[in-house]
């Protein structure tokens, strides 16, 4: 069976990373995937870096990693992904991404999944990864970089951006040219209309570049993240599409708006929600 794993951002925000670990254990889950949003938070009037107290903005941010990896297997769930703050145009968050993928080795994850800039080509983007490629191979971590999307406010839908796509995320990768340099696909965002593709088609252009999912439902036309069979994505050709190409990664949700229907006393019964639709999945994956 496919192993489960989900985002730990959307319950964090409400109980905190620790208790959050323990909730997704409790409902099922196999692994985790490390947000780090909380590394950085950017005052756009400023310019630069706001205050920020949490332990991954401390000089002890690796002994926070290490605290939730021992937290995660002490209860049988290990760190699979990490996902690296953005966005990335910003230099000051930029600068973090090598401290994100020191983070990721110190969970146990060996994928860290950092966006490219939305507004770069693929060769723009190629030298941002190549720079950090040699540090994340020092760790043992690969960088995924992921399909994004821009909004065209006058014909309210979405457009074109970097890896947006198919032809232009086969690209990114290509520019890089490197195993290290893999894919994650955001189901959502490719599934957003304007953007002149799907995620049947970003499947199997990727190939056995995908390494990485980021699963979550939508409208087809905005970006929802919510819980998988709730909204309009077709997840069987989604999941058909990933057993053709013998996908050999995690399923792993980001539906991080979902737990904004729960009160923070009632996380369990969201994580334990989540853990359903993403066991689903898994089945869905085996029957195939």
Not at 242 to 247: A, C, Q, S
Not at 255 to 282: E, G, H, I, Q, V
Request: proline share 4%.
């Amino acid at each position: 069976m496919k192993r489960i794993s989900t985002e730990i951002n959307s319950i964090a925000r409400f109980v905190g990373e620790e208790k959050t670990l323990y909730l997704l254990a409790e409902a099922g889950f196999d692994c985790w995937d490390f947000s780090m949003f909380s590394m950085a938070k950017y005052d756009k009037a400023k310019g630069a870096l706001a205050p920020n107290d949490h332990p991954l903005a401390s000089p002890d941010y690796l002994a926070f990693a290490r605290k939730l990896r021992r937290i995660g297997e002490e209860n049988g769930i290990t760190c699979n992904q990490a996902h690296a703050p953005f966005p990335i145009k910003y230099p000051e968050i930029l600068a973090l991404q090598k401290r994100a993928i020191e983070c990721t080795a110190e969970a146990g994850g060996s994928i860290c999944i950092i966006h490219p800039n939305n507004n770069k080509s693929a060769e723009e983007n190629a030298e941002i990864f190549l720079e950090l490629l040699p540090f994340a191979k020092e760790h043992g971590v690969k960088i995924a970089t992921e399909n994004m999307w821009n909004w065209n406010k006058e014909e309210d839908h979405a457009a074109d951006a970097a890896c947006s796509h198919h032809s232009d995320f086969l690209a990114h990768i290509k520019a890089v040219n490197d195993p290290y340099l893999v894919a994650c696909l955001d189901i959502g965002h490719a599934e957003m209309r304007g953007l002149r593709t799907d995620s049947e088609t970003m499947i199997r252009t990727l190939g056995d570049s995908l390494a990485a999912l980021h699963i979550h439902d939508n409208d087809l036309w905005h970006d929802s993240h919510e819980l998988p069979f709730t909204m309009d994505i077709n997840f069987e050709k989604v999941i058909k599409a990933l057993k053709e190409i013998n996908y050999k990664g995690d399923l792993t949700l980001e539906a991080d708006r979902y737990s904004n229907r729960f009160a923070p006393d009632d996380m369990a019964t969201c994580a334990k929600n989540m853990a359903a639709a993403a066991k689903r999945l898994a089945k869905m994956y085996e029957e195939l």
